[in-house]
C-alpha cells in the first residue's frame, strides 16, 4: 500500500512535455509516408495495392513488436529505447528517396516501424507515471505531440521532395536525430523513480490478460476499425488531390496538416473534457459524429469541403488519448503492455486496412473507396457501447478506474 502511495505523482508538466516533444519527432515520420506515397508510385509505377503493402508492412512492424516492448518495460524501465526510436524511425524514413526498388522500399518501412515501436511503450507508460490522477489529461498532453507530429509529416514531406525531389526525404533525419540527442544529453528525462507498475512473476501478463478478456477485445475491436478510418483517410486524401483531382501536391501536405492539426487540438481538449463528462460517453460522442462530418466532406466543395474536412480530423482524433487510458485502466499493473497492444493494434490494424482499402481503390476507384471509409466508424461505435466501463480486474489491485 505504501509503494502505491509513492506512484501517486504529482501532475508533471516538464516531464509530459519533454516526451510529448519525443512523441513529436517520431511520429512525424508516421505523417510523412502517406505523403510520400504518390511520388513513390509515379517514380517506381507501383499499382494501389503496392503503395498499400508498405504502410502494412510499415504498420505491422510496430504492431507485432510493440505488445514484446511494453512486457518488457513493464518489467524493467528502459528509457534509452527513447533516443533510439526517435532515431530508428526517422533513419528508414530518411532513406526512402535512395530506395533502387521495391523491396528495398518495405525493408526501409520495416526499419522506421520498428523505430516507432521502440518509442511508444516505453514513451506510453512514463506518460501514465507522469500523470498522476489526471489520467486523460496528462495522457492527452502525450498524445498532442504525436499527433503534432502526423500533422507536420505531410507538410514537411511535400515541401522537401517539392523542393529537392525524392532525394530532400534526407531533411526527415533531422528531427529524429535532434531529439535523440536531446534525450541522450537530458538528465531530467532519467525518472529515478520510474515506474516499473508489476514485479510479479512473468505469468502475470496473461493472468491480466484473460481477467480483462472481455473488455479489451471489444476496446482492441474499436481501435481496428478507428484505425481503418484514419488509414483510408490519410492514404487516399493525397491520391484523390493529386491523380484525381490533379492537384498542387504542396496543396496536399497543407490540406492533411489542417486535418492533423485539428485533431491534435482535439485531443488536447479531449482529455480534460473526457475526465469531466466520462470516458466511454466522450469515446461515442467521437465515433458516432465522424460519419456525417466525412459524408459532408464528400459531398462539399470549395469552403465547406475544407470546413468538414477539418471537422472530421477533430471529431475522429479527439478520442485516441481517452482510447489509451481506458486500456490502461484494464491492466493497471501492466501500463506498457496495454500500450503496446492498443498502440501496435492500432497501427498494425491500420497497415492491413491500407491493404484492403488499396485493394478496393484498385478495383472500384479511389472516390468510392472514400465513401466506404466514411461509414467505418459507425461498426466502431457498436463496438464501444458493449464495453463495460468504468472496469474494475477481479484478480489484480491498484486501479483507480
Not at 510479479?200 to 478478456?213: E, I
Not at 482499402?357 to 461505435?381: K, Q
Request: proline share 6%; hydrophobic share 55%.
Amino acid at each position: 500500500m505504501d509503494e502505491e502511495k509513492k506512484m501517486d505523482r504529482k501532475f508533471d508538466y516538464r516531464g509530459l512535455v519533454l516526451l510529448s516533444l519525443g512523441h513529436l519527432m517520431t511520429d512525424i515520420n508516421t505523417g510523412i509516408l502517406p505523403t510520400l506515397l504518390p511520388f513513390l508510385k509515379e517514380s517506381m509505377n507501383l499499382t494501389y495495392a503496392m503503395a498499400g503493402m508498405i504502410i502494412l508492412f510499415f504498420n505491422f512492424t510496430s504492431a507485432v513488436v510493440q505488445p514484446i516492448f511494453g512486457y518488457i518495460t513493464d518489467r524493467k524501465p528502459l528509457p534509452w529505447f527513447l533516443p533510439l526510436g526517435c532515431l530508428a524511425s526517422a533513419l528508414g524514413m530518411a532513406l526512402f528517396g535512395f530506395a533502387l526498388s521495391y523491396w528495398q522500399l518495405l525493408v526501409l518501412a520495416v526499419l522506421s516501424g520498428l523505430g516507432v515501436a521502440v518509442f511508444h511503450p516505453e514513451a506510453w507508460r512514463m506518460a501514465n507515471f507522469f500523470a498522476g490522477e489526471k489520467k486523460a489529461t496528462g495522457v492527452s498532453v502525450f498524445a498532442v505531440g504525436g499527433n503534432l507530429g502526423l500533422a507536420l509529416g505531410p507538410l514537411m514531406a511535400a515541401f522537401c521532395i517539392k523542393m529537392f525531389g525524392l532525394i530532400g526525404s534526407l531533411f526527415f533525419l533531422v528531427p529524429g536525430g535532434a531529439m535523440a540527442g536531446v534525450f541522450l544529453f537530458s538528465r531530467f528525462w532519467r525518472v529515478k523513480n520510474s515506474p516499473t507498475l508489476s514485479k510479479g512473476p512473468s505469468g502475470s501478463v496473461t493472468t491480466a490478460l484473460r481477467s480483462a478478456f472481455y473488455p479489451m477485445s471489444l476496446l482492441l475491436g474499436m481501435v481496428t476499425l478507428r484505425s481503418w478510418t484514419h488509414a483510408g483517410i490519410m492514404i487516399f486524401i493525397p491520391f484523390y488531390y493529386i491523380s484525381h483531382m490533379k492537384g498542387d501536391p504542396l496543396h496536399v501536405g497543407q490540406l492533411l496538416f489542417v486535418f492533423l492539426l485539428a485533431g491534435t487540438f482535439g485531443t488536447f481538449l479531449g482529455g480534460p473534457l473526457a475526465d469531466r463528462f466520462g470516458h466511454k460517453r466522450f469515446l461515442l460522442f467521437s465515433l458516432g459524429l465522424t460519419p456525417p462530418c466525412m459524408l459532408l466532406f464528400l459531398l462539399s466543395s470549395g469552403f465547406w469541403s475544407f470546413f468538414w474536412f477539418i471537422l472530421t480530423g477533430l471529431v475522429l482524433i479527439i478520442s485516441f488519448s481517452v482510447s489509451m487510458v481506458m486500456g490502461q485502466s484494464f491492466m493497471p499493473q501492466h501500463v506498457g503492455t496495454a500500450s503496446g497492444l492498443i498502440l501496435g493494434l492500432a497501427l498494425g490494424m491500420g497497415g492491413i486496412g491500407a491493404a484492403l482499402l488499396g485493394f478496393l481503390a484498385d478495383r472500384f476507384g479511389v472516390p468510392a473507396t472514400l465513401w466506404i471509409v466514411a461509414f467505418i466508424p459507425w461498426a466502431a461505435f457498436v463496438l464501444t457501447a458493449f464495453i463495460p466501463y468504468p472496469y474494475r480486474p477481479k484478480r489484480l489491485e491498484g486501479s483507480r478506474f
